[in-house]
């Protein structure tokens, strides 16, 4: 079903929108049809958050117009842009899951009768709900009982309690495996069909193909391309989001090494003769009996459907979930972590796939966060901010990190998801690192930041370390990879590589069947 014929249910023009002397917006534009999905396209940084934020109330703009089926808005709240007809779901749930779906659903406007709080008339509100959006959940289950594809379609359904116009989708499969992203799609179709225009989020560009007729680029702050997606390709959007950046990468043979020569576990012409981690019959609570070896200078991947132990596995390396049986060794030395400070000390290093919850210091700065891991390996107390800044603007070349004015003292909370991966990255590299374990190390960010830390991936592998990486995109996983452990329900199902590492025997594996 194509976009319809007639006036656009929401025009923006030349939005924009300063924080202090930053420009986040300077001239966004766009309009949206009726009974459409419009995919909003850019790379991290380019303003998608913040123009986002104003269409839902949570921002004001400075400068241009939002108009609202005809009308000029401006909202004051997200309540009000709620009550006008806009809603918005985001990445990160805003579920209580100590309450059931009915009594999140109706949270902050309940059902009374005689002044009391109907629970009935929430069951049943919540149930003629959940059927006619064909959502399979029932309404006295516990939220912290149901699976991630479930939140988010009880946070749709949240949403789409009063039946919006306008539903603004902000990254809602970015944590779905293949499987349980298509449901959300599924109900996108349908809710298009019945009438509800969409805007839609995400840094996959298939799913953009599959679900929008529309599209909008943004590149810093400015609308620089929109258009009707059957017009165009997934080549075409990364360099129109690139522009004159587009290729590999925007640093490409500019960067300089990302790990100093005194840091390099050894020269790359060596890189694949020695083992720098060895793992035995590996159990934990979810992974069972996992054995191999990472070599140095190897990229090692690990695939499998969601659940199925691979970040289990992830953390279990580290020393972030406990080992109930068998060993590991690093560097041919016995090695049992109680704690990923135990990791860090023997030379693995960790990058978690909850980057904000379990990967940052929210509260400190770029140049704080970098130094961390520095600090809690040596057992340094204290470093001079000259030492400080030195060691984070060498990360901040190496890695392309895009700060507001280039300033290290810049709150990680102010960047986006691409540059706060980059940060992750460089606390990381900082340390000497052996081993280091990845764990859906593009989530969330966009195809230019994509392909720069891919280029990171190799260029670590190049110079020495033994790189492990966990990842829900099988296409990633064949692009860097070349070996690949598949876990189905917490064991080893397969180990692949050469001409058998391919899509197809992955999934097979991954889901049970014989390769």
């Given at each position: 079903m194509e976009a319809t014929v007639g006036s656009p249910v929401l025009a923006v023009e030349g939005v924009e929108k300063r924080f202090g002397g930053v420009a986040a917006l300077s001239g966004a534009s766009f309009s949206l049809a009726p009974s459409s999905t419009l995919a909003l396209v850019g790379e991290n940084g380019a303003g998608k958050s913040t123009l986002l934020k104003i269409l839902s109330g949570a921002l004001q703009a400075d400068a241009g117009t939002v108009t609202l089926q005809g009308e000029e808005a401006r909202?004051?709240?997200?309540?009000?842009?709620?009550?006008?007809?806009?809603?918005?779901?985001?990445?990160?749930?805003?579920l209580f899951p100590d309450l059931t779906v009915a009594e999140n659903l109706v949270i902050g406007d309940y059902p009374r009768r005689?002044?009391?709080?109907?629970?009935?008339?929430?069951?049943?509100?919540?149930?003629?709900?959940?059927?006619?959006?064909?959502?399979?959940?029932?309404?006295?289950?516990?939220?912290?009982?149901?699976?991630?594809?479930?939140?988010?379609?009880?946070?749709?359904?949240?949403?789409?309690?009063?039946?919006?116009r306008i539903l603004i989708l902000d990254e809602p499969t970015a944590a779905l495996d293949p499987h349980d992203a298509e449901r959300i799609f599924t109900l996108m179709d349908s809710l298009r069909a019945d009438g509800t225009s969409m805007i839609f989020?995400?840094?996959?560009?298939?799913?953009?193909?599959?679900?929008?007729?529309?599209?909008?680029?943004?590149?810093?702050?400015?609308?620089?391309?929109?258009?009707?997606?059957?017009?165009?390709?997934?080549?075409?959007?990364?360099?129109?989001?690139?522009?004159?950046?587009?290729?590999?990468?925007?640093?490409?043979?500019?960067?300089?090494?990302?790990?100093?020569?005194?840091?390099?576990?050894?020269?790359?012409?060596?890189?694949?003769?020695?083992?720098?981690?060895?793992?035995?019959?590996?159990?934990?609570?979810?992974?069972?009996?996992?054995?191999?070896?990472?070599?140095?200078?190897?990229?090692?991947?690990?695939?499998?459907?969601?659940?199925?132990?691979?970040?289990?596995?992830?953390?279990?390396l580290v020393g972030a979930d406990r080992a109930t049986a068998g060993?590991?060794?690093?560097?041919?030395?016995?090695?049992?972590?109680?704690?990923?400070?135990?990791?860090?000390?023997?030379?693995?290093?960790?990058?978690?796939a909850e980057r904000k919850s379990e990967g940052l210091f929210l509260n400190m700065t770029v140049a704080q966060n970098v130094l961390m891991s520095r600090l809690l390996k040596d057992g340094t107390r204290w470093i001079s901010r000259r030492g400080q800044n030195t060691l984070a603007a060498r990360f901040r070349a190496s890695l392309d990190m895009r700060l507001p004015g280039g300033d290290l003292a810049t709150p990680v909370t102010a960047l986006s998801g691409g540059n706060q991966q980059k940060v992750v990255l460089a606390r990381c590299l900082a340390a000497d690192l052996s081993?280091?374990?990845?764990?859906?190390?593009t989530r969330g960010v966009d195809v230019g930041a994509k392909h720069q830390i891919h280029d990171v991936i190799r260029e670590l592998a190049d110079e020495g370390l033994s790189v492990i990486v966990s990842s829900s995109e099988l296409s990633e996983l064949l692009l860097l990879c070349s070996r690949v452990i598949v876990m189905h329900r917490g064991a080893m199902a397969g180990e692949l590589q050469g001409a058998e590492l391919e899509e197809h025997t992955i999934i097979r594996l991954a889901s049970g069947a014989a390769a």
């Open positions: 909202f004051g709240s997200p309540i009000d842009a709620s009550r006008r007809g806009v809603a918005t779901v985001y990445q990160e749930l805003s005689r002044g009391l709080i109907s629970w009935a008339s929430a069951r049943r509100a919540t149930e003629e709900l959940l059927d006619r959006l064909g959502m399979p959940v029932p309404a006295d289950r516990l939220v912290g009982e149901l699976g991630l594809a479930e939140g988010y379609l009880v946070e749709i359904a949240k949403a789409l309690r009063h039946r919006p989020v995400s840094h996959r560009l298939e799913e953009l193909m599959r679900t929008s007729q529309q599209y909008m680029v943004l590149k810093d702050g400015r609308t620089t391309a929109e258009g009707l997606m059957r017009d165009t390709s997934e080549d075409d959007l990364v360099a129109k989001m690139l522009g004159d950046q587009a290729g590999p990468t925007a640093t490409s043979g500019q960067r300089a090494p990302l790990l100093a020569v005194s840091e390099r576990p050894q020269a790359a012409s060596t890189a694949r003769t020695d083992v720098a981690l060895e793992v035995v019959g590996l159990r934990t609570d979810v992974v069972s009996d996992v054995s191999f070896r990472a070599h140095r200078g190897e990229i090692i991947g690990l695939a499998g459907l969601r659940g199925s132990g691979q970040s289990e596995l992830c953390r279990a060993r590991m060794a690093v560097l041919g030395r016995e090695y049992a972590p109680r704690t990923p400070h135990d990791a860090w000390e023997r030379g693995l290093g960790f990058v978690p081993v280091l374990v990845l764990d859906e190390p």
